[in-house]
């Protein structure tokens, strides 16, 4: 496994999504991927250049919205109410805490 490939492929994959929907309607990209109009202007103006460059990093670049344990734990268990799951997460994924103050 080559972790360094794989950061590149998961960040530059990311980043051309974000840049993709970003192009095709600004505020639903800002909204889906939380992004400020800043970033959201900067993303979008990247060259195929930058792009590589930026996918480079040793990290990821985007981050998990869902920081709260329970909140991702009360995600994956079975409910009778399977149905609601993806509108939780929504949720969970759309609050700024990313479910540190309940569910």
Known sequence: MNTEKNLY?????????A???RLKDKSIAMFRLGLNARVAGIIGRMTE????KLSTHPHFIFTL????PV???CLLAD???DHLT?????MLCL????GYHGI
């Open 49 to 52: 250049k930058e792009l590589q």
């Open 86 to 90: 993806p509108m939780h997460a929504a």
């Open 71 to 73: 909140a991702l734990e």
């Open 9 to 17: 492929e998961m960040n530059y994959t990311w980043l051309s999504l």
């Open 79 to 81: 409910s009778r109410v």
């Open 65 to 68: 919205r869902i920081q709260n």
């Open 95 to 98: 609050t700024e805490t990313g």
């Open 19 to 21: 840049q993709k929907m």
